[in-house]
């Protein structure tokens, strides 16, 4: 197994700048793909990003290509998400996911372990 806790979450002004680490203690980190979801107050939660367990491979929801980058170091047992030009529509909880498959995917149910959130909030 792995635990997984999120932070760097918090209150930005449109066209700011945040970045979100997720920590992973247990299992070997780098045997997992990660990912990350957002949840909007009132929404289903919906794919962000993934990366694959060497960092090489990634994949992006549209709404978010350009603008996020997600990477990890496996020496720090740690993800991260680097949000730029964010916008309001941004503002929801971020989650880190976990998943033993060896691709990217944008699909909840292919993760396993789920950290618990944290709220990025974007003001206009």
């Known amino acids: 197994q792995v635990q997984l806790v999120e932070s760097g979450g918090g209150l930005v002004q449109a066209g700011g700048s945040l970045r979100l680490s997720c920590t992973a203690s247990?299992?070997?980190?780098?045997?997992?793909?990660m990912g990350w979801f957002r949840q909007a107050p009132g929404k289903e939660r919906e794919f962000v990003a993934a990366?694959?367990?060497?960092?090489?491979?990634?994949n992006y929801a549209d709404s978010v290509k350009g603008r996020f980058t997600i990477f990890r170091d496996n020496a720090k047992n740690t993800m991260y998400l680097e949000m730029n030009s964010l916008k309001p529509e941004d503002t929801a909880v971020y989650y880190c996911?976990?998943?033993?498959?060896?691709?990217?995917?944008?699909?909840?149910?292919?993760?396993?372990?789920w950290g618990q959130g944290t709220q990025v909030t974007v003001s206009s």
């Open positions: 996911a976990a998943t033993e498959r060896t691709y990217v995917s944008s699909l909840q149910g292919v993760y396993r372990y």
């Open positions: 247990g299992r070997t980190f780098s045997s997992y793909t």
């Open positions: 990366v694959t367990r060497s960092g090489l491979n990634t």
